[in-house]
């Protein structure tokens, strides 16, 4: 009866998160601002927005843009029109041959490619291309102060549950690789069967987009727990609690990110783990699924990976 309780306690804060970003991210809702962290957006022909402000992503904007469109290390694709000004920091702009900036374009850090036919009506500004690290740099730590964030949260509200995310990754590293491998694999599939569904399948469409990259966050944050653990039980350099394990290896894992290529291998690979210990401990809860289809996470031990 606890375990169920606990599980139900774990879906309902995730269904909690998961219709709160659907009711500000979502495309019905995009009309107005779309502010986003380490990801893209796309604007997309028949579509207007109010503001654009992306750190850490590439924009495409084929449609209008009623206002303001900031940029901070990432490229911009435009294509359409901007109602005001377009400032770009830290990425390559390229204009299409139907963009219309009704305001100022400033660019630092990259390279401008303009397209005849493309219109700039306010003051165009452009700096050297050496702030592009910089802003990348910046870029990238704002959205690492933003994982962290969200990990000592998340842990402060399910600290049970974390924990058995943390101990699955301890004791079953190679399952949990594979289950998220597969799940990962399989997440086309989904979107596909949603869109041959029609009406329901287009409703649903919007809630698993964003509850797919919450669930691999929530792994991600297990798989932070369980490195922290380690960390701290090697080094001793803090006192054991959920939180500290929780923060260092997120931090530790967030470093790692900043590494070429390697760095975004291991950050992958941690969300993919993160994903299958999320499907073998049944979202945290350690409760078998039904028949035994995937195995029973054990409990967590006391230590490293209790509360």
Sequence with gaps: MKE?????????IIAIVVLVLTIFITPAYAQRDITRFGSNVVVREDEAVGNVTVFGGNVTIDGTVEENITVFGGNLRLNGRVGENVTHFGGNTILGENA???GDFTHFGGTVTRAPGAEIRGTETTGPRIFRPFVSFVS???SLIATLVLAAVVVALLPRQTAVLADTVEKQPLPSLGYGFLATILIPVVFILLFLLIIIGWILIPFVAI????????????????????????????QESPIAQVLIGALVLGIVGFIPILGWLVVLLAAIAGLGAVLISKFGTGQPWRRGRIPQAPPPETGRGAA
């Design 140 to 142: 990238g730590l704002l």
């Design 211 to 238: 509850a797919i990259p919450i669930i691999y966050l929530y792994g991600y944050i297990g798989v932070s727990r369980w490195l922290g653990g380690r960390i701290i039980e090697a080094t001793h350099i803090v």
């Design 100 to 102: 219309v900036i009704e």
């Design 4 to 12: 169920r309780i606990e599980m139900r306690r774990a879906l309902v």
